[in-house]
């Protein structure tokens, strides 16, 4: 059994730093692609970032703000958020997948970033930011 538990949301203020991560148990780590996601009240949940093999895909609202990493040693997947905005407040939420997710164009394939792609979801940690 796939259980995934993220650590690390809390309340800070804009242009803080937060680093969020992801303990898997049951879950082979490896290439398979694993990602966060956030949903903020009343919006659908979006992909935030994603790696499969060491290939990584960001939404465009955090690029060059975020950055996703794997420790395959130890299991963990973080996600580390500098520059946040208010517009980052949401419950962020780690998913893996039981295999490599990719989505191509163009001639070019990226880690995927929809939600149907995962198969394994965590409950989540809040992130607040305020201005």
């Known amino acids: 059994q796939v259980q995934l538990v993220e650590s690390g949301g809390g309340s800070v203020q804009a242009g803080e730093s937060l680093r969020l991560s992801c303990v898997a148990s049951?879950?082979?780590?490896?290439?398979?692609?694993m990602g966060w996601f956030r949903q903020a009240p009343g919006t659908e949940r979006e992909g935030v970032a994603s790696?499969?093999?060491?290939?990584?895909s960001y939404a465009d609202s955090v690029k060059g703000r975020f950055t996703i990493s794997r420790d395959n040693s130890k299991n963990i997947l973080y996600l580390q958020m500098n520059s946040l905005k208010p517009e980052d407040t949401a419950m962020y939420y780690c998913?893996?997948?039981?295999?490599?997710?990719?989505?191509?164009?163009?001639?070019?394939?990226?880690?995927?970033?929809?939600?149907?792609?995962?198969?394994?979801w965590g409950q989540g940690t809040q992130v607040t930011v305020s201005s």
């Open positions: 998913a893996a997948a039981d295999g490599l997710r990719t989505n191509c164009r163009g001639g070019q394939c990226f880690s995927s970033l929809k939600e149907i792609d995962f198969d394994h």
């Open positions: 049951g879950y082979t780590f490896g290439r398979s692609s």
């Open positions: 790696v499969t093999g060491g290939s990584t």
